[in-house]
């Protein structure tokens, strides 16, 4: 079980966070100057450099976006300018990409971070530059709502590149498209000029992840855990009805694979925080706003609990709760995290990605009234970002071109590297746990100097 710190502050993690952000500086440009585009997207490291891996290409976002979070960070006006340029010249299939379910990782965190960087005033006005990112997301939120499953006439999901049968749980934090082009004002043009709601599409996907990719302890299943998440669901293309969970990069479909949970717990929080803005007259034919809201906090709270209870006390989790390798490891959850055991890797990057879910999950309750509930979860975050801001998580090491240590990519299919001298993955790292450790140290640095707080939405 995480031991929450309750006295510690974004403040006091300051002198920790302006130092990852000088490690950060030296590893954007370390990558930037020797990597080949040819090469593809970089994707994780082997032996200290980033390599490329065939699968999807769902990283490029995150490499040029942790640019422009470093600019966003330190105003050092060439992370802009690489950033930015980055995006015109490399982004633009993304746009388009019709067989993925990664434009909010690709496209929120590049053509977003550059929207929401203008709408502040970090970058000088500029009309039509603001026009060019905004067409982009709206594009990006319809190519991704296009993307569609129906389950029942007011259900359905954006499916998985497995195809039209899978749903993932990564897919809630995609979910970033669909909000951003529905608030600029985009709709789907489908047959017939039928116009499809975006934020219809928004909700309706993330009610069926919750009812079929999370466990409330109701019996469900044999398996049936408060907060536990499958990876996958698989349901029959010719009548809509779901058949059983599934795993990709998990143990199994009864186990929760800790990454996956993550992006559930970090998707219905910051979804929390951005319906709650929406007027009520933005819910009209597709619910009530209080009950909706409910239950994405309701998810939130679940998914939240369930990481406290079966992570390390650190915060860092092992990459799945039903590892097999974990009952040699003695009671693991009464003590830090080992990164460096002979059994199971641990995932640093479901880390970087649960401290913010649970750093915005405060957040929105605070808001909600529930003060001291809300606290408890922030501190929560700031707990595990304490961990990761500090070896032997934290790369101070500036011949390995990561950033955060000890994440793990694809356990099954035996993808991360295993040093000589190990029996399981250790000490590399992941473009998207990099970008994520910045993402969060950006959140707690904004909060700890007063500045805008950080969100992916206008």
């Not at 985009?186 to 017939?192: S, T, Y």
Request: hydrophobic letters at 40%; glycine letters at 10%.
């Amino acid at each position: 079980m995480v031991r929450t710190d309750s006295s510690l502050t974004a403040r006091a993690l300051v002198p920790v966070i302006r130092r990852a952000f000088e490690l950060s500086a030296a590893k954007i440009d370390r990558l930037e100057s020797r990597w080949d585009p040819s090469l593809g997207t970089p994707v994780f490291t082997v032996r200290g450099a980033y390599t490329s891996r065939g699968w999807t290409e769902w990283t490029q976002g995150f490499q040029f976006g942790s640019a422009l979070l470093q600019f966003d960070a330190t105003g050092e006006r060439r992370f802009l300018d690489r950033g930015r340029d980055a995006t015109v010249e490399r982004m633009a299939t993304h746009l388009t990409h019709l067989g993925v379910h990664d434009h909010g990782f690709n496209n929120v965190s590049t053509y977003g971070n550059l929207l929401r960087l203008m709408r502040e005033g970090r970058l000088e006005a500029d009309p039509w530059q603001e026009r060019f990112y905004a067409l982009a997301l709206k594009v990006s939120g319809s190519v991704q709502a296009s993307r569609w499953t129906r389950h029942t006439p007011d259900l359905g999901f954006i499916y998985s590149f497995n195809g039209p049968h899978s749903l993932f749980a990564d897919t809630m934090r995609s979910l970033r498209a669909l909000a951003l082009a529905h608030q600029l004002g985009q709709v789907l043009m489908g047959e017939g000029d039928r116009r499809v709601s975006l934020l219809g599409r928004l909700l309706q996907h993330a009610e069926t992840t919750a009812r079929f990719n999370v466990y409330f302890g109701t019996g469900r299943d044999t398996y049936d855990v408060r907060g536990r998440v499958a990876h996958e669901s698989i349901f029959n293309v010719n009548d809509g009805a779901y058949r059983c969970p599934s795993s990709q990069q998990g143990f199994s479909p009864f186990t929760t694979w800790t990454r996956g949970l993550a992006w559930i717990l970090c998707g219905y929080a910051e979804q929390l925080e951005f319906l709650a803005t929406l007027p009520e007259s933005a819910f009209e034919g597709l619910g009530n706003k209080g009950r909706i809201l409910d239950r994405f906090l309701e998810v939130a709270e679940a998914t939240a609990d369930f990481y406290l209870a079966y992570t390390p006390t650190d915060g860092v989790p092992y990459w799945d709760t039903g590892a097999p390798g974990l009952a040699r490891l003695g009671d693991y959850l009464a003590r830090p995290a080992d990164p460096f055991n002979d059994h199971e890797p641990v995932d640093s990057s479901a880390a970087a990605i649960a401290a913010q879910g649970l750093v915005r999950l405060g957040h929105a309750l605070v808001a909600r009234g529930a003060a001291e509930a809300g606290r408890s979860y922030h501190q929560a975050g700031l707990t595990i970002a304490r961990t990761l801001l500090d070896e032997p998580y934290l790369s101070s090491d500036l011949a390995h071109e990561g950033l955060l240590l000890h994440s793990v990519y694809h356990r099954p299919n035996g993808w991360d590297y295993v040093p000589p001298e190990r029996k399981v993955p250790g000490g590399e790292s992941s473009m998207w746990g990099d970008y994520h450790l910045r993402e969060l140290a950006l959140l707690l640095l904004r909060e700890a100097e007063g500045k805008p707080y950080l969100k992916f939405f206008l």
